[in-house]
């Protein structure tokens, strides 16, 4: 079946540092593939999303790009802010309902 | 607008004893899902709704799970009877159509809270 395999956490960077989580996928036919950000205390947030190969999807300074060779999704920021403290989750969707991995707990700290 | 609701935010209940959450989805909103988020996974879907029917409850444990969406708007998830691997957090989401649209975005609630002692 559909899943998701993120990088296990936690992660923790300094302010200003450059922020990589890896996410790759295995589905039948040609899922959409999301970003979802879970600050604490709040529920899920969708942070980006991507619904077919070579998309980059981006918000708040995050990216990602859905890679169909590599299946892959890795979410990247340039410059991470303390505010940016919270889990991130890889989700993917296709004939299936919305598979997420395990998320990964990122730590920001000044 | 308003986001999806969602109440209590807290439990704490024992084990055996049964509890209900309630679930308000975004308005107009056809689309309605519970997940289930045990500590250090992902969120994992329980059951979803089209309107009033059930499209997909297949690891919906039915045993001691229910859940009803009588009018097509808001929902309610129960547990009869709590067991300790209950123990986590139970998500309601709506999207606006849902079927098929595998692009649709999914709202989130703030979830509510359950430990099962």
């Known amino acids: 079946g559909d899943s998701v395999t993120q990088m296990e956490g936690p992660v923790t960077l300094s302010e200003e540092a450059f922020l990589t989580i890896n996410c790759t996928y295995t589905?039948?036919?040609?899922?959409?593939l999301f970003w979802y950000v879970q600050y604490p205390g709040e529920g899920l947030q969708l942070l980006l999303k991507?619904?077919?190969?070579?998309d980059k999807g981006s918000n708040k300074g995050f990216e990602a790009t859905y890679r169909k060779e590599t299946t892959s999704f890795h979410l990247e920021k340039g410059s991470v802010q303390v505010s940016d403290s919270a889990v991130y989750f890889c989700?993917?969707?296709?004939?299936?309902?919305?598979?997420f991995g395990k998320g990964t707990r990122l730590s920001v700290i000044a | 607008e308003a986001g999806v609701a969602q109440s209590p935010r807290y439990k704490i209940i024992e084990k055996r004893q049964s509890v209900a959450f309630w679930c308000n989805p975004i308005?107009?909103?056809?689309?309605l899902y519970w997940y289930q988020q045990i500590l250090g996974q992902g969120p994992k879907l329980l059951i979803q709704?089209?309107?009033?029917?059930?499209?997909?409850d297949s690891q919906l444990p039915k045993d001691r799970f229910s859940a009803e969406r009588l009018k097509g708007v808001d929902s309610t998830l129960k547990i009869q009877p709590a067991k300790l691997e209950d123990s986590a957090v139970y998500l309601c989401?709506?999207?606006?159509?849902?079927?098929?649209?595998?692009?649709?975005?999914?709202?989130f609630g703030p979830g509510t809270r359950l430990l099962v002692l």
């Open positions: 989401a709506s999207s606006l159509r849902g079927l098929a649209l595998s692009q649709e975005t999914q709202y």
């Open positions: 589905a039948t036919g040609y899922p959409s």
């Open positions: 991507a619904t077919k190969a070579d």
């Open positions: 989700a993917l969707r296709g004939n299936t309902p919305l598979v």
């Open positions: 308005s107009g909103h056809a689309t």
């Open positions: 709704f089209q309107n009033n029917g059930v499209v997909d």
